[in-house]
């Protein structure tokens, strides 16, 4: 294995997945919400639908990439409708109901296989992939299945590290707040989610 090569694509892996937006509340959210196996998988969703991305990067393959290009505004559609759904369901969930996700997430498939079609609702992280893999300055983007396999895994593990530690420490201070606080996360979290499919909305019609 190519070991600098490794390292390089698992900071990627980390720096794609620490900005805080729409994954990473949602994360947050299902951890103080179920526990910490639930936000790590909902976060381990996400870690998933950047290896796929990140394997059709660095395997450039281009036929794919002009696909889901293509396909953007019917999958950003989908996914700013998700992310809708989510936050009114979030606003609505009464106070008696906080301790569970107002999305049914509880089961791990569920809250696996929902964060990573959401994150693949966004084909412009293929771009994204392409760009960053070819800035490694080896070229490998396209050029050999070892090291193509290399920069998929680091990203994976990096990305995955990343929500692991994420959904460790909200998990810590979960048992710390109140039900009136929990209440307040949730409404807030609710009004972002919102907000954030509102703003990709509008990212859209502005095109």
């Known amino acids: 294995m190519d070991f600098p090569l490794f390292f390089k694509a698992l900071v990627i892996g980390l720096s794609i997945a620490a900005p805080v937006g729409p994954i ?3 994360c947050i959210q299902r951890t103080l919400a179920h526990g910490r196996t639930i936000g790590f998988l909902s976060g381990l969703g996400a870690a998933l639908a950047d290896a796929c991305y990140g394997a059709i ?3 450039g ?3 794919v990439v002009s696909t889901m ?3 953007r505004v019917p999958l950003a559609l989908g996914g700013a409708a998700f992310l809708a759904w ?3 369901q979030l606003l609505r969930a009464p106070a008696a109901t906080q301790a569970r996700a107002a999305d049914d997430a509880a089961t791990p498939v569920k809250a696996l296989l929902s964060v990573f079609v959401l994150t693949l609702a966004n084909p412009m992280t293929i771009l994204s992939f392409v760009a960053v893999f070819a800035s490694l300055g080896s070229g490998h983007v396209g050029s050999g299945s ?3 396999l290399t920069m998929v895994l680091g990203v994976f593990l990096g990305s995955a590290l990343w929500w692991l530690g994420l959904s460790s420490i909200v998990s810590m201070v979960r048992h710390k707040l109140g039900a009136r ?3 307040g996360i949730n409404k807030l979290s609710g009004a972002l989610l919102l907000g954030f499919a509102v ?3 509008s990212t859209l019609l502005s095109r």
Request: hydrophobic share 70%.
């Open 24 to 26: 990473g509340l949602l």
């Open 69 to 71: 290009v293509a396909a």
């Open 86 to 88: 989510m936050g009114v």
């Open 181 to 183: 606080v929990l209440q």
């Open 199 to 201: 703003f990709q909305l």
């Open 61 to 63: 393959v281009s036929a």
């Open 57 to 59: 990067g660095a395997f």
């Open 146 to 148: 070892g090291a193509a």
